[in-house]
């Protein structure tokens, strides 16, 4: 049996080799003459797994460990046999982390109070329930788009797009990427969406590059129909749009997901598929040895600030998406490299927070956001 796994994926070298023989390779040398007598591929979301790539060979099972799979060619999988699997949720933790920071960033630039603003969240699945639960903490407004789920579910607390539109201050995107049909999300923010903003509201973009037409952006911000934009997918990766990177708040290498946690759970999600569909006993395989920040202990005296201040600085202490930005800025050129050299970023419930002379409504809220607390 024999395994190819992209050797960016971390955590993962000796969980298969007792197993396989394991062939460890960058995406762009994994090509159809490596994949030719291989029976796993182990990948991510920069090779494309289509028919150029899978003709001939002998791969059955493919595990992205990523939620996205607009990678893997399902149809051609489907028609040649080929079984996959994705990672659904594996980051969902270090996205709502990512929007924390730059909801806490936002308001600080902006001189806005989060309390009271009205988020819309269009894409309620893994990601969007936990942005759903930061922002509530933060004291926002909550709508809800995500027309699958309300025809699957009924009206309940689903909103319309065109509602959205409308009545938020904050709309952050957390769809899949789909080309065509029903709902067909490619280009969902083109120019008719950025014309209804009702209320010139800040644009997140998390999810897909694609989702967001960029020359569109671009005008709706030249002329001021969004009050500005936090980017961290982009078309045309890695080759940004220099003029766009310029005008938005906040611009980052496609790293909202990249926290250790998400990653670890990524890796471990397609260790056990791919254990699952070749009968191998390590179904409940873990990764071991994640790192750790310098320190994961927070301490503050929190005498005379607010609840959302104190929320917004536990946030920042984690993860100050600012960093990111400046580095990108800095260096648009290495937008691949950034992502292979992430810094160690872990998630809430990984630090634990002791404030003093802080309200019980406080510590509840930090809770919420996933903290220890003392």
């Given at each position: 049996?024999?395994?190819?796994?992209?050797?960016?994926?971390?955590?993962?070298?000796?969980?298969?080799?007792?197993?396989?023989?394991?062939?460890?390779?960058?995406?762009?040398?994994?090509?159809?003459?490596?994949?030719?007598?291989?029976?796993?591929?182990?990948?991510?979301?920069?090779?494309?797994?289509?028919?150029?790539?899978?003709?001939?060979?002998?791969?059955?099972?493919?595990?992205?460990?990523?939620?996205?799979?607009?990678?893997?060619?399902?149809?051609?999988?489907?028609?040649?046999?080929?079984?996959?699997?994705?990672?659904?949720?594996?980051?969902?933790?270090?996205v709502e982390q990512y929007i924390a920071?730059?909801?806490?960033?936002?308001?600080?630039?902006?001189?806005?109070?989060?309390?009271?603003?009205?988020?819309?969240?269009?894409?309620?699945?893994n990601v969007g329930k936990?942005?759903?639960?930061?922002?509530?903490?933060?004291?926002?407004?909550?709508?809800?788009?995500?027309?699958?789920?309300?025809?699957?579910?009924?009206?309940?607390?689903?909103?319309?797009?065109?509602?959205?539109?409308?009545?938020?201050?904050?709309?952050?995107?957390?769809?899949?990427?789909?080309?065509?049909?029903?709902?067909?999300?490619?280009?969902?923010?083109?120019?008719?969406?950025?014309?209804?903003?009702?209320?010139?509201?800040?644009?997140?973009?998390?999810?897909?590059?694609?989702?967001?037409?960029?020359?569109?952006?671009?005008?709706?911000?030249?002329?001021?129909?969004?009050?500005?934009?936090?980017?961290?997918?982009?078309?045309?990766?890695?080759?940004?749009?220099?003029?766009?990177?310029?005008?938005?708040?906040?611009?980052?290498?496609?790293?909202?997901?990249?926290?250790?946690?998400?990653?670890?759970?990524?890796?471990?999600?397609?260790?056990?598929?791919?254990?699952?569909?070749?009968?191998?006993?390590?179904?409940?395989?873990?990764?071991?040895?994640?790192?750790?920040?310098?320190?994961?202990?927070?301490?503050?005296?929190?005498?005379?600030?607010?609840?959302?201040?104190?929320?917004?600085?536990?946030?920042?202490?984690?993860?100050?998406?600012?960093?990111?930005?400046?580095?990108?800025?800095?260096?648009?050129?290495?937008?691949?490299?950034?992502?292979?050299?992430?810094?160690?970023?872990?998630?809430?419930?990984?630090?634990?927070?002791?404030?003093?002379?802080?309200?019980?409504?406080?510590?509840?809220?930090?809770?919420?956001?996933?903290?220890?607390?003392?």
């Open positions: 049996m024999k395994i190819i796994i992209d050797d960016k994926i971390p955590y993962i070298k000796g969980a298969l080799e007792p197993f396989a023989e394991v062939v460890y390779l960058p995406g762009s040398q994994t090509t159809p003459e490596v994949v030719k007598n291989a029976d796993a591929l182990i990948t991510r979301t920069r090779t494309r797994c289509n028919r150029k790539l899978l003709e001939g060979s002998n791969v059955k099972f493919i595990a992205t460990a990523t939620i996205g799979f607009d990678h893997i060619d399902t149809e051609y999988c489907s028609e040649a046999g080929i079984e996959w699997t994705n990672a659904p949720g594996c980051n969902s933790g270090s920071s730059a909801l806490a960033v936002l308001s600080e630039k902006h001189n806005f109070s989060l309390s009271g603003k009205t988020i819309g969240i269009v894409g309620v699945g936990k942005v759903a639960r930061i922002a509530k903490a933060y004291g926002m407004k909550v709508l809800l788009n995500d027309p699958p789920r309300e025809r699957a579910e009924g009206k309940g607390d689903f909103v319309s797009l065109d509602e959205i539109l409308d009545q938020s201050d904050i709309i952050t995107l957390h769809v899949p990427l789909n080309m065509a049909g029903e709902d067909k999300t490619f280009h969902m923010a083109k120019k008719a969406f950025f014309a209804k903003a009702g209320k010139k509201p800040f644009v997140i973009n998390s999810c897909r590059g694609e989702v967001v037409e960029t020359e569109a952006l671009k005008k709706a911000l030249n002329t001021n129909q969004i009050a500005g934009a936090v980017i961290d997918c982009w078309e045309n990766e890695p080759d940004i749009d220099r003029e766009l990177l310029d005008r938005v708040d906040i611009a980052t290498p496609h790293i909202a997901g990249y926290s250790k946690d998400g990653k670890a759970n990524g890796t471990a999600m397609s260790v056990q598929a791919v254990s699952r569909f070749f009968g191998l006993g390590v179904d409940n395989w873990t990764c071991q040895n994640v790192e750790l920040p310098a320190s994961t202990e927070i301490t503050s005296d929190e005498t005379g600030k607010s609840t959302e201040e104190i929320l917004k600085r536990a946030v920042l202490d984690t993860y100050d998406i600012r960093e990111d930005d400046k580095r990108l800025r800095l260096s648009p050129e290495s937008f691949e490299k950034q992502r292979g050299d992430y810094p160690v970023r872990r998630e809430f419930p990984v630090y634990h927070i002791t404030l003093l002379n802080s309200s019980s409504e406080t510590m509840k809220r930090l809770k919420t956001f996933g903290f220890k607390t003392t």
